[in-house]
């Protein structure tokens, strides 16, 4: 059973678009959801976070909505650029530093 | 900013035989974790370490598994004995404290044969 899931495994944008990567959970103890971005060959890096308290987080071209009663949240990236394609993993955990449940990914690839 | 070194990032070993994972953690955290992610699927959590001692552990964290990170040196992951299940990329994370930003390594490829 997963615990954070996404949605596409892949997702195709032209460049200019706003990319939507969309994220559900199952356990109502997580308060705490990083989005992580990887390129192939690196570790996770945390892209942005939030936390359950709040409904939308935004950094840059970066933000989360999250949904408490519905349990899901997304990442929009707005004004997509090519070196934005990598893979994205939302995660959640219960306590932030605590373990870290992740979702499968979603590899986002930006056309020019 | 900060980085987690991961020292060997590919290995290769014979079904049966030990490995050791070394992972250089963010110099002042005082959290550590490790990870595995088997290709194509997600990432799993497998173990966090604080002050010596390991606070939780999944089921992949099998007794075949141990951690420890003797007088500040690597946080280390052995494996003893491999099994071909074993195979996955394995990465080491360090945050700072509680609530604070978890910091990945590059990960390190291993391949039980």
């Known amino acids: 059973q997963q615990q954070v899931r996404q949605s596409s495994q892949s997702l195709t944008v032209w460049e200019g678009e706003t990319a939507i990567l969309n994220c559900s959970y199952e356990?109502?103890?997580?308060?705490?959801f990083p989005w992580y971005q990887q390129f192939p060959g690196e570790g996770p890096a945390l892209l942005i976070a939030i936390r359950s308290v709040s409904d939308k987080k935004e950094d840059g071209r970066f933000t989360i909505f999250f949904n408490k009663r519905e349990k899901n949240l997304s990442l929009h990236i707005k004004d997509s650029q090519p070196g934005d394609s990598a893979t994205y993993f939302c995660?959640?955990?219960?306590?932030?530093?605590?373990?870290?449940?992740f979702g499968g990914g979603t590899r986002l690839t930006v056309r020019p | 900013g900060p980085k987690v070194l991961q020292i060997p990032s590919h290995q290769i070993i014979d079904m049966g035989q030990m490995v050791t994972l070394n992972c250089d953690p963010v110099s002042n955290h005082l959290y550590f974790y490790w990870y595995k992610q088997i290709l194509g699927q997600q990432m799993e959590f497998l173990v966090n370490f604080y002050n010596g001692k390991v606070m939780e552990k999944s089921k992949l964290f099998k007794d075949q598994f141990s951690v420890e990170r003797p007088d500040g040196s690597y946080f280390t992951l052995k494996i003893q004995p491999t099994a071909l299940e074993d195979s996955a990329v394995y990465f080491c994370a360090s945050s700072l404290g509680e609530g604070t930003e978890v910091f990945f390594g590059k990960g390190t490829r291993l391949t039980v044969v």
């Open positions: 356990n109502s103890a997580f308060d705490y």
């Open positions: 995660a959640a955990s219960a306590d932030a530093g605590a373990k870290l449940t």
